[in-house]
């Protein structure tokens, strides 16, 4: 998100941008795990740009760009943006550079690991602007937070440090500004060597079986496990290991 300037706000190019982005990243094959990160040192993205994008969206501002008629065109567009309605089964690393509120939050319900720098502050401030967070907070948020913790920070609207979300575990952990980036490409790039069908599968698997009573859930598990057993990769996986030399993944 490169809108240093804007704390890294949603505006009508942006959404357009991160839409097709992440279609292209579920597409394809030779893509393993993508990292979301935000421009400059102030905000890893601090949600939607009141200027631009709500007047656009309420009819206050009329369509002046491609991109703004795209979105007017298009309500959904934003939910596949900030991936709050769009299915995908790749790994995504968010490098928290910074704070994460309101829609910046949002966006990483949808990521699978965190990494923060201590300055980053989270929290959803909509509720003392009378709104509602409607980026899939009431959904999300009491699922990855403990409920008392989740309903504090809606009800309230005050911001949690970085170390309050890393003690809740919604961040796996906290490293220097500066070693942010860096950090978030080590762990993505161990993600990209292992099996790119044992991931999207063990993803997908969490997924689905999220809330889902055990029994089904573990047929449910099975039915996703099976496939990868049978591929390509997961007869080379043992044989790479027996050979002592690093595996040779095909996504087959």
């Known amino acids: 998100m490169n809108r240093p300037d804007a704390r890294n706000s949603f505006d009508p190019e942006m959404l357009v941008q991160?839409?097709?982005?992440?279609?292209?990243?579920?597409?394809?094959?030779?893509?393993?795990?993508?990292?979301?990160?935000?421009a400059g040192d102030q905000a890893f993205c601090a949600g939607v740009d009141l200027g631009r994008l709500i007047p656009l969206m309420t009819g206050a501002r009329k369509a002046e760009t491609e991109a703004d008629r795209r979105v007017q065109q298009n309500p959904e567009l934003m939910n596949v943006a900030i991936l709050r309605d769009f299915s995908?089964?790749?790994?995504?690393?968010?490098a928290i550079n910074g704070h994460a509120i309101a829609g910046g939050l949002e966006f990483l319900y949808s990521t699978?690991?965190?990494?923060?720098?201590?300055?980053?502050?989270?929290g959803l401030q909509e509720v003392k602007w009378a709104i509602f967070p409607m980026g899939g907070s009431?959904?999300?948020?009491?699922?990855?937070?403990?409920?008392?913790?989740?309903?504090?920070?809606?009800?309230t609207g005050e911001l949690i440090s970085a170390e309050e979300a890393l003690a809740a575990g919604f961040?796996?952990?906290?490293?220097?500004?500066?070693?942010?980036?860096?950090?978030?490409?080590?762990t993505a790039r161990v993600i990209a060597a292992n099996g790119p069908l044992a991931v999207k599968a063990i993803k997908q698997?969490?997924?689905?079986?999220?809330?889902?009573?055990?029994?089904?859930?573990?047929?449910?598990?099975?039915?996703?496990?099976?496939?990868?057993?049978?591929?390509?990769?997961a007869q080379e996986g043992p044989r790479a290991f027996k050979e002592k030399r690093a595996p040779e993944y095909k996504g087959e």
């Open 112 to 122: 699978d690991i965190r990494i923060a720098c201590p300055e980053a502050k989270f």
């Open 18 to 38: 991160l839409s097709e982005v992440w279609k292209e990243y579920r597409e394809d094959n030779g893509l393993r795990c993508a990292i979301l990160t935000g």
């Open 171 to 186: 961040i796996n952990r906290i490293v220097p500004r500066d070693q942010v980036l860096a950090e978030a490409e080590k």
């Open 138 to 155: 009431s959904v999300h948020l009491p699922r990855q937070f403990p409920y008392a913790r989740a309903m504090e920070m809606l009800l």
């Open 88 to 94: 995908l089964l790749k790994p995504v690393v968010a």
């Open 205 to 233: 698997a969490v997924q689905a079986n999220m809330g889902v009573p055990v029994k089904e859930a573990l047929k449910q598990e099975l039915e996703i496990a099976m496939p990868v057993f049978m591929s390509k990769d």
